[in-house]
Nanobody, 127 residues
Framework: EVQLVESGGGSVQAGGSLTVSCTAT????????LAWYRQYSTNECKMIAL???????SYPDSVKGRFTASQDNAKNTMSLQMSGLIPEDTAVYYC?????????????????????WGQGTQVTVSS
């Protein structure tokens, strides 16, 4: 069974920084595509960082230059460092992993074919 456990997050004032981390068991990160999502409606998630198997990492414009995702395949961990936070970044953040090469940019949180999810971590940014 695949399990992803998140830690970190919390509350910060605008302009501050937070990190969310994710540790996985039951899946080998080097053979999976990884992603960070955040919830933008009642139950819908949008990808904010894509970590591909070949090492490429990409971000949407909304977080590019402010967020940095990373992974450690030896430890099966991934992290999302967030800086320059703004109130619009307030959301529940999820780590996700899927065997193979593709993971969708928009998906219902906690769902999706063969996608394993973390439990979600609240990030709150106050103005």
């Amino acid at each position: 069974e695949v399990q992803l456990v998140e830690s970190g997050g919390g509350s910060v004032q605008a302009g501050g920084s937070l990190t969310v981390s994710c540790t996985a068991t039951g899946i080998t990160f080097s053979s999976a595509t990884l992603a960070w999502y955040r919830q933008y409606s009642t139950n819908e998630c949008k990808m904010i960082a894509l970590l591909e198997r070949d090492g490429r990492i990409s971000y949407p414009d909304s977080v590019k230059g402010r967020f940095t995702a990373s992974q450690d395949n030896a430890k099966n961990t991934m992290s999302l460092q967030m800086s320059g936070l703004i109130p619009e970044d307030t959301a529940v953040y999820y780590c996700a992993a899927k065997p193979g090469l593709q993971i969708p940019p928009f998906v219902y949180c906690g769902q999706g074919f063969e996608i394993s999810w973390g439990q979600g971590t609240q990030v709150t940014v106050s103005s």
